[in-house]
């Protein structure tokens, strides 16, 4: 069987120094926003080219963070994908704002420009664009678009990690942007872990507030803040694993590569290339237009593929009372997309293995 993915085996090959890393601050005695995390944000800052890191307790928070922190009034518009995850549309409405959703660039999976700029209206205060399976959006357009009504452009780059636009990285290319370290993220922690980068000083004091009980000395609080921090262990671990972010991209991108020019078969709608070598390939997701035949021919080969996202935000129970709108495009594209496996751990006998098969389906 070839796994979606396998966590173990994502893990493996650090596990020596993930063991020596959990010591340190077990011996060291101090397990919250501690010497570790304040390690990490420097690096990942630095890493992102950002001025600033926060680390936060995951990607979800990430997102409510920055929303609240920017504190707009009640009932402002954030525009947000329709396509997508739905941690991006329930952090507009934890943060007390409304959703309004877009559908998708058929191509690229994330929003396109021309329909966001038909959403805006006299109450939207921010655009929340994500990088749907590792690919940046259109950053360039979304970000004069912002400027032009006033508003923020804010980054959900939870399947972004080392993803590349122009010459910056994901989250260095809008006002704020939300990280998950969620384990199968491209820099997965062994746990929950979130973190926001920023360049905005001001917007980065507010959240060092907001995380942590809106209090910067203890038990003084100047802010109503929440507790969702980062922790020393995770902080740690995420630190093993980020000098080798990079690599394991780049055996990501060699997989994708093969993918894009070696699969032929004609019932595959398959990701846009044009960007293959910046994307950070979180996923690799196709379409077809029988995708539970097509699903079961490969799970009966021993390929095991996953769905990224069965159903419709504006479909699901939990936000059924909003009446976001109709999204037909967006409900097409959940009708077929599958995520074939793609991860670093996959063997050169499992690629050329995955090409002949789905090549037969
Ligand atoms: C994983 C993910 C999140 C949520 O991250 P958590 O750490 O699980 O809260 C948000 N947005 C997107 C696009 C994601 O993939």
């Given at each position: 069987?070839?796994?979606?993915?396998?966590?173990?085996?994502?893990?493996?090959?650090?596990?020596?120094?993930?063991?020596?890393?959990?010591?340190?601050?077990?011996?060291?005695?101090?397990?919250?926003?501690?010497?570790?995390?304040?390690?990490?944000?420097?690096?990942?800052?630095?890493?992102?080219?950002?001025?600033?890191?926060?680390?936060?307790?995951?990607?979800?928070?990430?997102?409510?963070?920055?929303?609240?922190?920017?504190?707009?009034?009640?009932?402002?518009?954030?525009?947000?994908?329709?396509?997508?995850?739905?941690?991006?549309?329930?952090?507009?409405?934890?943060?007390?704002?409304?959703?309004?959703?877009?559908?998708?660039?058929?191509?690229?999976?994330?929003?396109?420009?021309?329909?966001?700029?038909?959403?805006?209206?006299?109450?939207?205060?921010?655009?929340?664009?994500?990088?749907?399976?590792?690919?940046?959006?259109?950053?360039?357009?979304?970000?004069?678009?912002?400027?032009?009504?006033?508003?923020?452009?804010?980054?959900?780059?939870?399947?972004?990690?080392?993803?590349?636009?122009?010459?910056?990285?994901?989250?260095?290319?809008?006002?704020?942007?939300?990280?998950?370290?969620?384990?199968?993220?491209?820099?997965?922690?062994?746990?929950?872990?979130?973190?926001?980068?920023?360049?905005?000083?001001?917007?980065?004091?507010?959240?060092?507030?907001?995380?942590?009980?809106?209090?910067?000395?203890?038990?003084?609080?100047?802010?109503?803040?929440?507790?969702?921090?980062?922790?020393?262990?995770?902080?740690?671990?995420?630190?093993?694993?980020?000098?080798?972010?990079?690599?394991?991209?780049?055996?990501?991108?060699?997989?994708?590569?093969?993918?894009?020019?070696?699969?032929?078969?004609?019932?595959?709608?398959?990701?846009?290339?044009?960007?293959?070598?910046?994307?950070?390939?979180?996923?690799?997701?196709?379409?077809?237009?029988?995708?539970?035949?097509?699903?079961?021919?490969?799970?009966?080969?021993?390929?095991?593929?996953?769905?990224?996202?069965?159903?419709?935000?504006?479909?699901?129970?939990?936000?059924?009372?909003?009446?976001?709108?109709?999204?037909?495009?967006?409900?097409?594209?959940?009708?077929?997309?599958?995520?074939?496996?793609?991860?670093?751990?996959?063997?050169?006998?499992?690629?050329?293995?995955?090409?002949?098969?789905v090549n037969r389906g």
């Open positions: 069987m070839i796994p979606h993915l396998d966590l173990r085996l994502v893990n493996a090959p650090y596990s020596g120094e993930l063991e020596a890393a959990a010591r340190r601050v077990l011996s060291s005695g101090w397990f919250v926003l501690g010497e570790e995390v304040a390690a990490f944000e420097q690096e990942f800052a630095a890493y992102c080219g950002t001025a600033h890191c926060l680390g936060v307790g995951n990607g979800m928070d990430a997102l409510t963070l920055i929303l609240k922190a920017y504190e707009f009034p009640a009932e402002s518009e954030v525009i947000v994908p329709a396509f997508g995850y739905i941690a991006t549309v329930l952090a507009v409405v934890n943060a007390g704002l409304v959703p309004v959703l877009v559908e998708p660039d058929e191509t690229t999976y994330n929003p396109d420009p021309g329909r966001v700029a038909a959403r805006i209206s006299s109450r939207t205060r921010a655009i929340l664009t994500v990088h749907l399976y590792g690919k940046c959006s259109d950053t360039t357009a979304l970000g004069a678009l912002a400027r032009a009504h006033g508003l923020k452009l804010i980054e959900d780059a939870a399947q972004a990690h080392g993803a590349v636009f122009g010459e910056k990285k994901a989250g260095n290319l809008a006002d704020a942007a939300a990280w998950s370290f969620y384990p199968t993220k491209n820099l997965g922690a062994l746990g929950d872990g979130g973190a926001i980068t920023t360049s905005d000083d001001a917007l980065a004091e507010r959240l060092r507030y907001l995380r942590n009980y809106g209090s910067l000395r203890k038990y003084h609080n100047d802010f109503a803040g929440v507790n969702s921090r980062l922790d020393e262990v995770q902080a740690a671990f995420l630190r093993v694993k980020l000098p080798y972010l990079d690599t394991e991209n780049k055996r990501r991108r060699h997989v994708a590569h093969r993918f894009l020019t070696e699969i032929i078969n004609p019932n595959l709608t398959l990701p846009n290339a044009v960007t293959a070598e910046r994307d950070a390939w979180h996923l690799f997701v196709v379409r077809h237009p029988q995708r539970a035949f097509f699903q079961e021919f490969l799970l009966k080969k021993s390929i095991q593929t996953q769905i990224h996202y069965p159903v419709p935000c504006h479909r699901q129970p939990a936000l059924r009372s909003l009446n976001l709108g109709e999204f037909p495009l967006t409900e097409r594209l959940h009708e077929q997309v599958l995520s074939l496996p793609l991860n670093p751990t996959l063997t050169d006998e499992q690629i050329d293995y995955l090409i002949e098969t």
